[in-house]
């Protein structure tokens, strides 16, 4: 059974930095690649960034490149996301995600469709 937790998010003002983190249990974290979403009142999900299941490959939506790095720790099975220089707009819930399939067998790691599993979300909050 796969769970995904996350956990950091909290209220910060603009252009303060911030770290959340995830940990993921149920299968062999270093198979499968991995994502943070977001979804703000009234919006759409939409994928912030992801990174491929060995660590080399990641992508960026292009309104957070440059800000926000994700990492993932195989000892930990765990992945980050340092935001910094945060906006109002960041306001949002963050999901952890895992893809369904292992390897690059769901396809390219920008791919939003591939990612199967969802974590309960932690609430972001960047106050002007």
């Known amino acids: 059974q796969v769970q995904l937790q996350e956990s950091g998010g909290t209220l910060v003002q603009a252009g303060a930095s911030l770290t959340i983190s995830c940990t993921a249990s149920g299968r062999p974290f270093s198979s499968y690649n991995m994502a943070w979403f977001r979804q703000a009142p009234g919006k759409d999900r939409e994928l912030v960034a992801s990174?491929?299941?060995?660590?080399?490959?990641?992508y960026y939506t292009e309104s957070v490149k440059g800000r926000f790095t994700i990492s993932r720790v195989k000892d930990k099975n765990a992945v980050y996301l340092q935001m910094n220089n945060l906006k109002p707009e960041d306001t949002a819930v963050y999901y952890c995600?895992?893809?369904?399939?292992?390897?690059?067998?769901?396809?390219?790691?920008?791919?939003?469709?591939?990612?199967?599993?969802w974590g309960q979300g932690t609430q972001v909050t960047v106050s002007s």
């Open positions: 990174i491929r299941w060995s660590a080399i490959g990641t």
């Open positions: 995600a895992q893809a369904g399939e292992p390897l690059d067998r769901g396809g390219l790691v920008s791919s939003p469709r591939q990612y199967a599993y």
